[in-house]
């Protein structure tokens, strides 16, 4: 009984590591397809991961800073297929929404946005009808 209970208590851990290790995001495998999706002519500036922990997590936010007269490109990958469960929203230093990807209900692959004042901006992602929140975006431009 007590070389059962010894093995059991052994083997526990393991079990949580395991279960833990496939509930992880992993946003490089998507990112690399998101980088693929990027338009010819665009220059890649970074990429985001997106990871909601399971559902922990609603929102994520990263701050960049654009510069006027520049187009930008916003490319998504998701666990669930392309873009769907992930949205996508451009918000200037005031917090505006400029443009998403989740439009009268519809979710597109990202966005494109032509700059009209260097400065900070905020992309935010939430997820809508996901159950795997996993993903990763990428960002780039052209002048």
């Known amino acids: 009984m ?36 990027l338009q010819q002519g665009y220059t890649f500036v970074k990429s985001y991961k997106v990871d909601g922990k399971n559902g922990v997590r609603k929102n994520i936010e990263y701050t960049c800073v654009f510069s006027k007269d520049t ?10 297929g392309g873009a769907k469960g992930i949205v996508a929203t451009l918000l200037d230093n005031q917090r505006q929404e400029l443009t998403t990807n989740n ?11 032509r700059c009209r004042s260097t400065g900070i901006y905020y992309i935010l992602f939430s997820f809508k009808d996901s159950e795997s929140y996993c ?4 960002l780039g431009f052209k002048r």
Do not use: H
Not at 103 to 113: A, E, F, M
Not at 135 to 138: C, I
């Open 2 to 37: 007590r070389n059962a209970l010894t093995k059991t208590a052994a083997l526990l851990p393991l079990l949580f590591f395991s279960v833990g290790a496939f509930a992880q995001c992993d946003a490089e495998g998507y990112s690399q397809k998101a980088l693929k999706a």
């Open 71 to 80: 187009n930008y490109m916003l490319r998504i990958e998701g666990k669930d």
């Open 103 to 113: 439009l009268n209900g519809k979710s597109y692959p990202g966005w494109t946005y």
């Open 135 to 138: 993903g990763a975006a990428v």
